[in-house]
């Protein structure tokens, strides 16, 4: 179990606070750092995945398999 916190601070009163931890699943969460939309991105492939996963095996996927997905499409290199 991996436990996150953080705390919601503005720096002025008239800036918002964008959400910074999702929740991908009802035991996966993850938490972004840097431009929202890369994250968000990557959290809408990870929501895919999990869907995926659990409607062809009906389970719940692993952590680290998942990472492991994740791992992949991140670090392949693509040549034009």
Not at 28 to 40: E, N, P, Q, R, W
């Amino acid at each position: 179990m991996i436990v996150i916190a953080s705390l919601k601070r503005s720096p002025s009163k008239l800036s918002s606070f964008q959400e910074k931890i999702f929740e991908v699943d009802n035991k996966i969460g993850v938490a972004v750092s840097g431009l929202t939309a890369d994250g968000t991105t990557m959290i809408d492939f990870i929501r895919g995945e999990i869907k995926k996963h659990t409607f062809l095996y009906d389970t719940t996927i692993e952590g680290g398999r998942l990472v492991s997905i994740v791992a992949r499409k991140t670090q392949v290199r693509r040549y034009f």
